[in-house]
C-alpha cells in the first residue's frame, strides 16, 4: 500500500486540493485510492457519496477537510494548541486514528492519500507527532509532497488569509513581519526537516509553488506528482479560500480592533464580493513589506535558502532576488485610493444583518461599517 502525505505548506492550494479530494472521495474509494474521513459526520457523508450522489452545500470543514481537522486535534492533545471553532465536536485521536486503521482493514485499497497544510505545524510545534502518524500504516511506501512559496509572497497571502478570518495583526510594512521569525511561515527548514527524519526513506515531492501554477494549480500538479492512476470522470477542482484584495486589507485589518468578530467576518465576506469592483490595482501590484522589511526579510529566510539549495541541488527559487524589490503601489496609498469606490459600493445595500435573539432586524452593513470605513486614518 501507498501513503501520500501531503503536508503543505500553507496558502499553496491546498484547501483546492482537498476539497477535490473529498468531493471524488467515493470514486477514488472505487478505485482503490483511500481519502479517509476521520469522524463519524464524514463516514456518513461519504457513504452519501457512494449511493446517492455528490454532497449537497454546505459541507461541514470536519468533513470537506477532514485531515485538517485531524492534525489540529493530534496538536491539541499533544500541546494545548487551539482547534479553531470551524471544527467542532472532535472525537479523540485515538477514535480518529481507529478510524482510519478500520477503514484500510475493510477496504483494502492501493493507496492512502492524507492532505492537511496544518501537517506543516507539526515540526514546530511536536515533531514527536510525526512519528505517530507514521505508525498508522507500518510497511506502507511513503511519499511526501510539499509545496512551499518564495518568501515575500507566501507571507503576503498568509498574513492577508489572518486578516480575513479575524486575527488582531500588525501591518507588514510595520511590525507585522517580525512573529514570523522562527516559525515555519519564515523557516521552511524547521517545517520540513523534521518530516525528512521521521520518514528518511520516502519519496519526496518538493515542488515551488510557482511550479504548480504553471503546471495548472495544485489539483493537476498533485495528481502528477502522485505517481497514481487516478479515475476518469472526476468532479472538476473549484474555486475556494478566495481572498480580500490587498487594497482593502487595512480596512479588513482595523474592523478587527473595533467590532465583534460575527461582524467582522461578515465585512471581510463582503470585501471579498466587492474586491474586484472597487477601482484597486492589480493585486500583484500593491506592496505590503517596504523595502527595508524586504530585505529584513530575505536576511532571516537566507537559512533556509541554503537548506532547500542543499535539497534540490540548485537554488530552490530561481528568482529569490526579486523578493528584494519592492511592488509599484505602496498599501497605503492603494487602501486611500478605493476608499470612495468602497463606500459607494457599502451605499448600494450589503446584507440586512444577522437578526438577534429578540427578532428584530440588526444594522445593515452599511449602518455598521459605513462610518468606519469613511473616518479610518489609514498611515
Same mark, same amino acid.
Given at each position: 500500500?501507498?501513503?501520500?502525505?501531503?503536508?503543505?505548506?500553507?496558502?499553496?492550494?491546498?484547501?483546492?486540493?482537498?476539497?477535490?479530494?473529498?468531493?471524488?472521495?467515493?470514486?477514488?474509494?472505487?478505485?482503490?485510492?483511500?481519502?479517509?474521513?476521520?469522524?463519524?459526520?464524514?463516514?456518513?457523508?461519504?457513504?452519501?457519496?457512494?449511493?446517492?450522489?455528490?454532497?449537497?452545500?454546505?459541507?461541514?470543514?470536519?468533513?470537506?477537510?477532514?485531515?485538517?481537522?485531524?492534525?489540529?486535534?493530534?496538536?491539541?492533545?499533544?500541546?494545548?494548541?487551539?482547534?479553531?471553532?470551524?471544527?467542532?465536536?472532535?472525537?479523540?485521536?485515538?477514535?480518529?486514528?481507529?478510524?482510519?486503521?478500520?477503514?484500510?482493514?475493510?477496504?483494502?485499497?492501493?493507496?492512502?492519500?492524507?492532505?492537511?497544510?496544518?501537517?506543516?505545524?507539526?515540526?514546530?510545534?511536536?515533531?514527536?507527532?510525526?512519528?505517530?502518524?507514521?505508525?498508522?500504516?507500518?510497511?506502507?511506501?511513503?511519499?511526501?509532497?510539499?509545496?512551499?512559496?518564495?518568501?515575500?509572497?507566501?507571507?503576503?497571502?498568509?498574513?492577508?488569509?489572518?486578516?480575513?478570518?479575524?486575527?488582531?495583526?500588525?501591518?507588514?510594512?510595520? @511590525?507585522?513581519?517580525? /512573529?514570523? #521569525?522562527?516559525?515555519?511561515?519564515?523557516?521552511? +527548514? %524547521? $517545517?520540513?526537516?523534521?518530516?525528512? =527524519? &521521521?520518514?528518511?526513506?520516502?519519496?519526496?515531492?518538493?515542488?515551488?509553488?510557482?511550479?504548480?501554477?504553471?503546471?495548472?494549480?495544485?489539483?493537476?500538479?498533485?495528481?502528477?506528482?502522485?505517481?497514481?492512476?487516478?479515475?476518469? @470522470?472526476?468532479?472538476? /477542482?473549484? #474555486?475556494?479560500?478566495?481572498?480580500?484584495?490587498? +487594497? %482593502? $486589507?487595512?480596512?479588513?485589518?482595523? =474592523? &478587527?480592533?473595533?467590532?465583534?468578530?460575527?461582524?467582522?467576518?461578515?465585512?471581510?465576506?463582503?470585501?471579498?464580493?466587492?474586491?474586484?469592483?472597487?477601482?484597486?490595482?492589480?493585486?500583484?501590484?500593491?506592496?505590503?513589506?517596504?523595502?527595508?522589511?524586504?530585505?529584513?526579510?530575505?536576511?532571516?529566510?537566507?537559512?533556509?535558502?541554503?537548506?532547500?539549495?542543499?535539497?534540490?541541488?540548485?537554488?530552490?527559487?530561481?528568482?529569490?532576488?526579486?523578493?528584494?524589490?519592492?511592488?509599484?503601489?505602496?498599501?497605503?496609498?492603494?487602501?486611500?485610493?478605493?476608499?470612495?469606490?468602497?463606500?459607494?459600493?457599502?451605499?448600494?445595500?450589503?446584507?440586512?444583518?444577522?437578526?438577534?435573539?429578540?427578532?428584530?432586524?440588526?444594522?445593515?452593513?452599511?449602518?455598521?461599517?459605513?462610518?468606519?470605513?469613511?473616518?479610518?486614518?489609514?498611515?
Amino acid at each position: 500500500m501507498k501513503l501520500l502525505l501531503f503536508i503543505g505548506h500553507h496558502k499553496v492550494g491546498s484547501t483546492s486540493l482537498q476539497d477535490f479530494l473529498w468531493q471524488n472521495a467515493a470514486a477514488l474509494l472505487r478505485a482503490g485510492i483511500l481519502y479517509p474521513p476521520v469522524e463519524s459526520d464524514g463516514q456518513a457523508r461519504l457513504l452519501r457519496q457512494a449511493l446517492v450522489g455528490p454532497d449537497p452545500e454546505p459541507q461541514p470543514w470536519n468533513a470537506r477537510e477532514s485531515h485538517n481537522a485531524l492534525a489540529f486535534r493530534m496538536l491539541f492533545e499533544a500541546v494545548q494548541y487551539p482547534v479553531p471553532p470551524w471544527h467542532p465536536n472532535l472525537p479523540s485521536v485515538h477514535q480518529m486514528e481507529t478510524s482510519i486503521r478500520n477503514q484500510i482493514r475493510v477496504h483494502q485499497p492501493r493507496a492512502v492519500i492524507l492532505c492537511s497544510e496544518v501537517f506543516a505545524n507539526f515540526g514546530a510545534w511536536a515533531p514527536g507527532l510525526i512519528g505517530q502518524l507514521g505508525r498508522l500504516f507500518e510497511g506502507a511506501e511513503v511519499s511526501l509532497h510539499c509545496t512551499l512559496r518564495r518568501p515575500d509572497q507566501y507571507l503576503a497571502a498568509w498574513h492577508a488569509q489572518r486578516i480575513r478570518f479575524g486575527d488582531r495583526v500588525d501591518p507588514l510594512r510595520a @511590525g507585522g513581519l517580525e /512573529e514570523y #521569525r522562527g516559525t515555519i511561515h519564515l523557516d521552511y +527548514a %524547521l $517545517l520540513l526537516e523534521p518530516w525528512l =527524519a &521521521a520518514f528518511p526513506t520516502a519519496r519526496l515531492s518538493l515542488r515551488n509553488y510557482a511550479d504548480v501554477v504553471a503546471a495548472g494549480g495544485s489539483v493537476v500538479d498533485f495528481m502528477t506528482q502522485s505517481q497514481l492512476a487516478f479515475p476518469g @470522470g472526476l468532479a472538476p /477542482e473549484r #474555486r475556494v479560500n478566495q481572498s480580500i484584495h490587498p +487594497a %482593502l $486589507l487595512d480596512y479588513a485589518r482595523c =474592523a &478587527a480592533g473595533l467590532f465583534p468578530q460575527p461582524e467582522v467576518e461578515r465585512f471581510c465576506d463582503f470585501l471579498i464580493a466587492v474586491s474586484d469592483r472597487v477601482g484597486a490595482p492589480p493585486r500583484e501590484d500593491v506592496e505590503m513589506f517596504g523595502a527595508a522589511n524586504r530585505a529584513a526579510l530575505l536576511a532571516a529566510f537566507a537559512p533556509s535558502d541554503a537548506f532547500l539549495t542543499a535539497i534540490a541541488g540548485k537554488p530552490f527559487f530561481a528568482q529569490l532576488s526579486r523578493a528584494a524589490v519592492p511592488r509599484p503601489v505602496p498599501e497605503v496609498e492603494a487602501a486611500r485610493a478605493v476608499r470612495a469606490a468602497l463606500l459607494a459600493r457599502l451605499r448600494e445595500g450589503g446584507d440586512p444583518g444577522a437578526s438577534p435573539a429578540c427578532g428584530a432586524p440588526g444594522p445593515s452593513l452599511a449602518e455598521t461599517f459605513h462610518p468606519f470605513v469613511e473616518s479610518l486614518e489609514i498611515v
